[in-house]
């Protein structure tokens, strides 16, 4: 019996052209290159440009994707961005973006999870399809995480960098068959606001009336982190009578080397199979696996058919796995 999945018609990803080594930021902070790369596998972080917004980041990201997919924005009739760095309190990062692909039609919106809002946003834009909101969607993870560091703080502002990555989605129909359709196959999120002040801004529209800094007890997310994603992948395997030996890609969220590494060990994923760019740009949040992602794809590692693994788990808590076929 056919069924309907939303499969992916191209990616696409930005990031800054402005890069900070390690070694310069320890010009900056009491820190050096061999904690950093030793506790967390990053090398480099991009970082925007003075005037460069979010949504300049989440166009550039939306324009290669549209160009990969080889379609045009007109055909867009939905844009779901992820992002907790928007331009403006509101109206959402989504609607400039939307204007600036020339799009009056459709809809176009936020949707805030921290580092797992590109999982949220692909779950999100999947529903709305099968739900009868449009045929194509644009799913964007942009970040300007450099905006909302305290960089005083050591601890935290070695980790995050700025960037973006989106893909286009298309409702189609396929055979209804889990081990060869293609599209995206299950979806699994989960939230538990007891963790909030594990990982959070000090600020906002209500509370303090200012955009507020990243605060995070590291320490404590590192624990919670395996132990969450291993939860909604092994939910995603269920759901699709797959394993871990069926998948062809884990794209995790790139937060650090070695939470994807013990991940991809207890599920006993090959690490052959694991995409890691943290290295290159940090952990960008919402923008993390959109950015694995297109680096996997452009450079020949995931082709059509490859079976693939999204994970990523933030601040909230919020986690959720995207289990989907190329
Ligand atoms: O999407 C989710 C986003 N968040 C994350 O993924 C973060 C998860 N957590 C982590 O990745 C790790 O906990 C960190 C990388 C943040 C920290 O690694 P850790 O092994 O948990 O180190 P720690 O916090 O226990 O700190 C060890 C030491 C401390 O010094 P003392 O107290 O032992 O003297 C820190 O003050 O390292 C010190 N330290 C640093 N040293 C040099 C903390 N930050 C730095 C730094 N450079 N940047």
Same mark, same amino acid.
């Given at each position: 019996?056919?069924?309907?999945?939303?499969?992916?018609?191209?990616?696409?990803?930005?990031?800054?052209?402005?890069?900070?080594?390690?070694?310069?930021?320890?010009?900056?902070?009491?820190?050096?290159?061999?904690?950093?790369?030793?506790?967390?596998?990053?090398?480099?972080?991009?970082?925007?440009?003075?005037?460069?917004?979010?949504?300049?980041?989440?166009?550039?990201?939306?324009?290669?994707?549209?160009?990969?997919?080889?379609?045009?924005?007109?055909?867009?009739?939905?844009?779901?961005?992820?992002?907790?760095?928007?331009?403006?309190?509101?109206?959402?990062?989504?609607?400039?973006?939307?204007?600036?692909?020339?799009?009056?039609?459709?809809?176009?919106?936020?949707?805030?999870?921290?580092?797992?809002?590109?999982?949220?946003?692909?779950?999100?834009?999947?529903?709305?399809?099968?739900?009868?909101?449009?045929?194509?969607?644009?799913?964007?993870? &942009?970040?300007?995480?450099?905006?909302? *560091? =305290?960089?005083?703080? !050591?601890?935290?502002? $070695?980790?995050? %960098? +700025?960037?973006?990555?989106?893909?286009?989605?298309?409702?189609?129909?396929?055979?209804?068959?889990?081990?060869?359709?293609?599209?995206?196959?299950?979806?699994?999120?989960?939230?538990?606001?007891?963790?909030?002040?594990?990982?959070?801004?000090?600020?906002?529209?209500?509370?303090?009336?200012?955009?507020?800094?990243?605060?995070?007890?590291?320490?404590?997310?590192?624990?919670?982190?395996?132990?969450?994603?291993?939860?909604?992948?092994?939910?995603?395997?269920?759901?699709?009578?797959?394993?871990?030996?069926?998948?062809?890609?884990?794209?995790?969220?790139?937060?650090?080397?070695?939470?994807?590494?013990?991940?991809?060990?207890?599920?006993?994923?090959?690490?052959?199979?694991?995409?890691?760019?943290?290295?290159?740009?940090?952990?960008?949040? &919402?923008?993390?696996?959109?950015?694995? *992602? =297109?680096?996997?794809? !452009?450079?020949?590692? $995931?082709?059509? %058919? +490859?079976?693939?693994?999204?994970?990523?788990?933030?601040?909230?808590?919020?986690?959720?796995?995207?289990?989907?076929?190329?």
């Amino acid at each position: 019996m056919s069924v309907r999945r939303s499969v992916v018609l191209g990616c696409g990803s930005y990031l800054p052209e402005n890069t900070v080594t390690n070694d310069d930021l320890a010009t900056r902070v009491d820190t050096s290159d061999e904690w950093i790369v030793q506790r967390t596998g990053i090398r480099e972080r991009h970082i925007a440009a003075e005037g460069e917004f979010t949504s300049h980041l989440g166009l550039k990201a939306a324009r290669a994707a549209l160009d990969h997919a080889g379609v045009d924005a007109q055909s867009i009739d939905l844009i779901v961005l992820a992002t907790s760095t928007p331009d403006n309190t509101f109206p959402a990062t989504a609607v400039t973006i939307q204007a600036a692909l020339g799009i009056t039609h459709g809809a176009a919106f936020d949707v805030q999870a921290v580092c797992s809002g590109f999982v949220f946003a692909l779950t999100t834009a999947d529903a709305l399809l099968k739900a009868g909101q449009g045929t194509r969607a644009l799913v964007i993870g &942009a970040e300007t995480f450099s905006r909302i *560091l =305290d960089w005083e703080d !050591r601890t935290t502002c $070695v980790l995050f %960098g +700025d960037g973006a990555g989106a893909v286009v989605l298309e409702l189609q129909d396929v055979p209804g068959d889990m081990s060869t359709d293609h599209g995206i196959l299950t979806c699994h999120l989960r939230s538990d606001g007891n963790h909030k002040d594990k990982l959070y801004v000090d600020g906002g529209p209500s509370s303090t009336q200012t955009t507020g800094h990243l605060r995070m007890k590291g320490k404590e997310v590192f624990k919670h982190a395996v132990g969450m994603v291993t939860d909604v992948i092994m939910d995603a395997f269920e759901a699709s009578d797959t394993c871990a030996e069926d998948l062809d890609w884990f794209v995790p969220h790139q937060a650090n080397r070695r939470i994807i590494d013990a991940s991809a060990r207890k599920l006993g994923i090959a690490p052959e199979k694991v995409v890691i760019t943290v290295d290159l740009h940090g952990n960008t949040s &919402a923008a993390s696996i959109p950015l694995a *992602l =297109d680096t996997a794809v !452009r450079d020949g590692r $995931v082709k059509r %058919g +490859d079976l693939l693994m999204l994970e990523a788990m933030g601040g909230g808590f919020t986690w959720g796995s995207v289990l989907l076929r190329w």
